[in-house]
């Protein structure tokens, strides 16, 4: 991810150098939005893989001990079992792009 943000801060900078004023306004926005894409994408990520629900996502389909959470392009499937004191708790989170799990957790 840091890779990703590295080439859209180089992108942003030879826009403002090399592109004419509309050219620049459109282009911006364009990298703006795919930077800010990005900083979800990866703040849900962080979380999937430490165990935690996405934030960034609708809760789409819920079932007995399993509940589906689509995001932009991605989509987060939470898996919930029960403690000896019937408490909910998260027995498995995965994180899928394109039908590939992209992140994911177990416990």
């Given at each position: 991810?840091?890779?990703?943000?590295?080439?859209?801060?180089?992108?942003?900078?030879?826009?403002?150098?090399?592109?004419?004023?509309?050219?620049?306004?459109?282009?911006?926005?364009?990298?703006?939005?795919?930077?800010?894409?990005?900083?979800?994408?990866?703040?849900?990520?962080?979380?999937?893989?430490?165990?935690?629900?996405?934030?960034f996502n609708i809760s789409?389909?819920?079932?007995?001990?399993?509940?589906?959470?689509?995001?932009?392009?991605?989509?987060?499937?939470?898996?919930?079992?029960?403690?000896?004191?019937?408490?909910?708790?998260?027995?498995?989170i995965e994180m899928y792009?394109?039908?590939?799990?992209?992140?994911?957790?177990?416990?």
């Amino acid at each position: 991810m840091i890779g990703i943000f590295i080439i859209l801060l180089l992108a942003m900078f030879l826009v403002i150098k090399f592109c004419k004023k509309t050219l620049k306004i459109v282009l911006s926005i364009v990298i703006v939005i795919v930077t800010l894409y990005c900083v979800i994408l990866s703040v849900d990520m962080s979380r999937v893989t430490s165990f935690r629900e996405p934030i960034f996502n609708i809760s789409w389909y819920e079932e007995t001990g399993l509940i589906e959470y689509k995001g932009i392009g991605y989509r987060t499937i939470v898996k919930y079992g029960y403690t000896n004191n019937n408490e909910k708790k998260i027995t498995s989170i995965e994180m899928y792009m394109f039908n590939k799990c992209i992140a994911g957790a177990v416990e």
